[in-house]
Antibody, heavy 123, light 107 residues
Framework: QLQLQESGPGLVKPSETLSLTCTVSGGSISSGSYFWGWIRQPPGKGLEYIGSIYYSGDTYYNPSLKSRVTISVDTSKNQFSLKLNSVTAADTAVYYCARRILLGFAQDWFDPWGQGTLVTVSS | DIQMTQSPSSLSASVGDRVTITCRAS??????LNWYQQKLGKAPKLLIY???SLQTGVTSRFSGSGSGTDFTLTISSLQPEDFATYYC?????????FGQGTRLEIK
């Protein structure tokens, strides 16, 4: 059974870079039909798509965050990572990693998700 | 960008009730619509994909319908474990967007 686990600092200072890693177990990150994505959820609010990556390194970012986001993949470690620079308090959120399944017409969804990790931006 | 709007934002219902949640897209998205359930402090869980296809392992109490801009999630007979927040998500075009959520509470 595929599992994803986020890891990284829970506290980041304003203007610094948020860095998180998602470790995939129970399956290979190099499987062809899957992308690997990041979604975040500010406390008490809804879900926001950040971006996703294919194992080849092709990336897709939300334009609202594109200037600050980098998603990368390390197939040798079965991991993918998120970097968000110049963070502010508005970036405080639970960050989830998830597998994006893309199988064909209308078959495009996120499943499963990691448990999420809270990142607080504060000095 | 495609905006997703859910209604209602919150809903009180009783065990055994039939409940319907609506999701509207700002433009046609065909059937590129997914539904997720999120319980407090947990990650979202996929319920329905492609508007009406039930994810493997999800109870048949859940069903989805719709196409174009208007979609519904129906729970046929509410059980205690169904009280949660529900989100729709469009996968028609990037950036993929979610509705604001519908919080389902016990009456």
């Amino acid at each position: 059974q595929l599992q994803l686990q986020e890891s990284g600092p829970g506290l980041v200072k304003p203007s610094e870079t948020l860095s998180l890693t998602c470790t995939v177990s129970g399956g290979s990150i190099s499987s062809g039909s899957y992308f690997w994505g990041w979604i975040r959820q500010p406390p008490g609010k809804g879900l926001e798509y950040i971006g996703s990556i294919y194992y080849s390194g092709d990336t897709y970012y939300n334009p609202s965050l594109k200037s600050r986001v980098t998603i990368s993949v390390d197939t040798s470690k079965n991991q993918f990572s998120l970097k968000l620079n110049s963070v502010t308090a508005a970036d405080t959120a639970v960050y989830y990693c998830a597998r994006r399944i893309l199988l064909g017409f209308a078959q495009d969804w996120f499943d499963p998700w990691g448990q999420g990790t809270l990142v607080t931006v504060s000095s | 960008d495609i905006q997703m709007t859910q209604s209602p934002s919150s809903l009180s219902a009783s065990v055994g009730d039939r409940v319907t949640i609506t999701c509207r897209a700002s433009q046609s998205i065909s059937i590129y619509l997914n539904w997720y359930q999120q319980k407090l402090g947990k990650a979202p869980k996929l319920l329905i994909y492609a508007a009406s296809s039930l994810q493997t392992g999800v109870t048949s109490r859940f069903s989805g319908s719709g196409s174009g801009t208007d979609f519904t999630l129906t729970i046929s007979s509410l059980q205690p474990e169904d009280f949660a927040t529900y989100y729709c998500q469009q996968s028609y075009s990037s950036p993929y967007s979610f509705g604001q959520g519908t919080r389902l509470e016990i009456k």
